[in-house]
């Protein structure tokens, strides 16, 4: 007589090979043992495998009447309604965990975040980031809404943390460095810029807000030059493009000489000609340029 583990074993055995084979020796064993959750869970893992969402929820559902207080399970299900953007659906499914599941919060904290729910999304972050799990991307996250609302004692605290779990990613250095640089501390700016490009990170990333600093501090050589690596890596970032224009501008240089001024009349052009509204700083910068080109452009085919 097959045992619930005989009936796993069988059906993890054929999830790759024969799935259909699979479904049917998960549906047999919950014949034979209708009160069990871990055949209802495997068969929603099954449905998971081919992407069969509504399969999912209806058998991980069904393993939760027989094991409610299953995190693995309440993820599964709440994790297959965020997959159908169905988000208050899976934030009633995340709600039934009773003890801190990380994953689970985070995938809430996501949630929260695409029903406009800032307080709650807000929530589920600080309660990952005091429990100290290793994903940076909480820490740029609440660090950024706590120094948007000046709450300084928070967001030293919370510093404090994502910097003694020693991320190797950008992301924090970014924060101090960006914050520093809103707060006028363009050297302690500069500084955390300068440790970010010293390890090598993408230019793409920081670089304007690099050079931002050191032209706050007048370093101004280095500020160009660092407008021409971002260029150099990244022909078509139209900001880094802009602010070399202005650069030249300011210095009394010809900045066609590097066509910078041909290559954002073009994209100014090409962005006007798709009646594309001209929003944010980035397209303000490039007006502001062409405004005070001093030489006659044509847009080339």
């Not at 055995?13 to 020796?25: D, G, M, Q, Y």
């Not at 010809?254 to 994209?267: K, R, T, V």
Request: net charge positive; charged share 30%; glycine share 4%.
């Amino acid at each position: 007589m097959n045992t619930v583990n005989n009936y796993i074993a069988q059906v993890r055995h054929l999830a790759e090979r024969n799935w259909i084979k699979a479904v049917s020796i998960a549906e047999e064993g919950i014949k034979a043992f209708p009160n069990e959750p871990l055949l209802y869970a495997e068969l929603g893992y099954l449905y998971i495998q081919k992407e069969n969402h509504k399969g999912a929820i209806e058998y991980f559902t069904k393993a939760l009447k027989y094991a409610p207080d299953n995190n693995e399970y309440i993820f599964n299900l709440g994790t297959t309604y965020l997959k159908l953007e169905k988000f208050e659906e899976s934030i009633k499914a995340y709600d039934r965990a009773k003890s801190y599941v990380p994953e689970i919060l985070f995938n809430k904290t996501y949630a929260y975040r695409m029903t406009d729910n800032t307080e709650k999304e807000f929530d589920c972050l600080k309660q990952m980031a005091d429990n100290k799990y290793r994903k940076e991307e909480i820490y740029v996250s609440l660090l950024t809404h706590l120094f948007i609302k000046k709450d300084n004692k928070a967001f030293k605290k919370y510093l404090e943390i994502a910097e003694s779990l020693n991320f190797e990613s950008p992301g924090i250095m970014y924060i101090k460095g960006w914050c520093f640089l809103k707060k006028n501390n363009y050297l302690a700016a500069y500084i955390e810029f300068s440790k970010m490009d010293q390890r090598g990170f993408s230019l793409d990333i920081f670089g304007t807000r690099y050079y931002e600093a050191a032209k706050a501090i007048s370093k101004n050589d280095q500020a160009l030059e660092i407008l021409n690596r971002i260029i150099n890596d990244f022909p078509d970032h139209e900001e880094a493009r802009s602010l070399r224009a202005e650069e030249y501008l300011e210095r009394g240089q010809n900045p066609d000489s590097s066509g910078d001024l041909q290559f954002l009349y073009e994209a100014d052009n090409m962005y006007y000609d798709k009646n594309v509204k001209l929003i944010g700083a980035q397209r303000k910068k490039i007006k502001r340029v062409l405004k005070h080109r001093k030489f006659n452009l044509e847009k080339k085919d």
